[in-house]
């Protein structure tokens, strides 16, 4: 007999909506029946689009640029006035060429040199709030160690403005679509002024420089517009991806002891822990993609012009490439997961995720061995196309 809330789900199969309340709020549980019963989700919001729950359809579908483009955007149901992203938002080779010129900030060697920084910086974020016995993890720890990293070592925004910077691209990545527009724009018009103060400057030989020489567009010069949305691209990714996964870790931590006692006890298992940490608390659940070619994917025939998504949250949850997928199991042999995308468009920044993820971890429960959720509390998300920790209280013996 089917249960009142498999008969909710099963409404997702032809009216998914990436934005839904209900998606937010039995987020695993809806990822776990999309992957079982639904390889495709069709959503009438928007254009409208079909979502890929299976892993392999989604890695496909991701390796294959020329039939599913980016160009047209991530985003499922863009906002009036959306701008893109880029080279987010681009196919090569002029993708290609603006990875070239980017990478080089963001290899395992460059991200390597920060981490005695980042252990510093978490290490000060803890010490503010260790002696009192408790913390509200998101705001005091997960949300600023990011942008510390980001803003001072790659690419030199004023910390200052960080507060207000986070708050723009929350609303803009999570508030109600009709209030969308506004925060982008002021994010924009903030980066659009600091790049147009920095090209009257002297060079200082780091990445605001290179994405102000830009690359060759179709043989011409690089738009100076293309410019702000590559500084965008590496804003929204920097902050309002890693704050989530970080906090992810830290959640599993707090509730499960036996995953902080086998990281003691075997701290090599420490990779395995952030392979982990990114599967299940991934910050990017889908990106949107336009089909360019006639294809068939899950029996579904698509033309030219369709709009479908890759859902990475549901591939990662897949038990075809992954065992009892709802566990966060430090001793797995290998873990597959689509967390950071896959193809030309993998992301740029994973070397430093895992390292922002890993030092959060590691420095945490250096500093405070013996935590765990707050008395009557769980963590709050907000979801769409990202998803995010609103907060997490925690609290510990002093």
């Known amino acids: 007999m089917s249960t009142p809330e498999a008969a909710d789900f099963t409404r997702l199969h032809t009216h998914f909506d990436i934005d839904d309340p209900v998606f937010a709020e039995r987020f ?23 979502a890929f729950n299976r892993y392999r359809d989604v890695r496909r579908s991701g390796q294959d640029w020329r039939t599913f483009s980016s160009a047209d955007g991530w985003m499922l149901n863009p ?52 002696a009192r016995g408790h913390c509200e993890y998101v705001a005091d720890f997960a949300a600023q160690l990011p942008g510390l990293i980001l803003f001072q070592h790659i690419l030199p ?70 410019k702000v949305h590559a500084t965008l691209d590496v804003v929204f990714g920097g902050l309002a991806t890693t704050t989530h996964a970080m906090s992810g870790a830290i959640f599993a931590l707090a509730s499960d002891p036996g995953i902080r006692a086998s990281l003691r006890a075997d701290p090599t298992r420490m990779d395995t822990a952030v392979e982990e940490t990114v599967r299940l608390y991934a910050p990017v ?89 707050a008395a009557g509390t769980q963590p709050r998300y907000e979801s769409g196309q990202l998803r995010t920790m609103k907060d997490l209280h925690l609290r510990w013996p002093v």
Do not use: M
Not at 172 to 184: D, I, K, L, M, Q
């Open 157 to 226: 925004v004023p910390v200052a403005t960080l507060p207000t910077l986070f708050k723009d691209i929350d609303a803009y990545s999570f508030g109600p679509v009709e209030e969308r527009t506004a925060a982008f724009g002021r994010v924009y018009a903030y980066l659009q002024e600091f790049l147009a103060e920095r090209a009257l400057a002297p060079p200082q030989n780091d990445l605001v420089d290179v994405i102000l020489a830009g690359v060759e567009r179709e043989g011409a010069p690089c738009p100076w517009v293309d």
């Open 285 to 373: 659940v889908a990106v949107g993609r336009t089909v360019r070619e006639p294809v068939t994917v899950g029996g579904i025939a698509f033309v030219p012009g369709d709009r479908v998504a890759l859902n990475y949250a549901a591939a990662s949850r897949d038990p075809e490439v992954c065992a009892n997928p709802a566990r966060f199991d430090v001793h797995r042999h290998e873990v597959v997961h689509t967390a950071f995308g896959v193809g030309p468009h993998r992301c740029i920044g994973e070397h430093l995720a895992r390292l922002e993820i890993r030092v959060a971890i590691e420095e945490f429960i250096r500093l405070i061995p013996n935590f765990s959720l």
């Open 28 to 50: 695993e549980a809806v990822l776990d029946h999309l992957v079982a019963r639904c390889p495709v989700a069709r959503s009438e919001v928007g254009p409208g689009y079909h």
């Open 79 to 130: 906002p009036e006035g959306n701008i893109f992203i880029l080279p987010e938002d681009s196919d090569p080779p002029y993708h290609t060429e603006w990875r070239r010129v980017l990478n080089p900030f963001f290899t395992a060697a460059a991200v390597a040199a920060l981490e005695a920084p980042a252990r510093a910086y978490a290490a000060e974020l803890v010490a503010r709030f260790a």
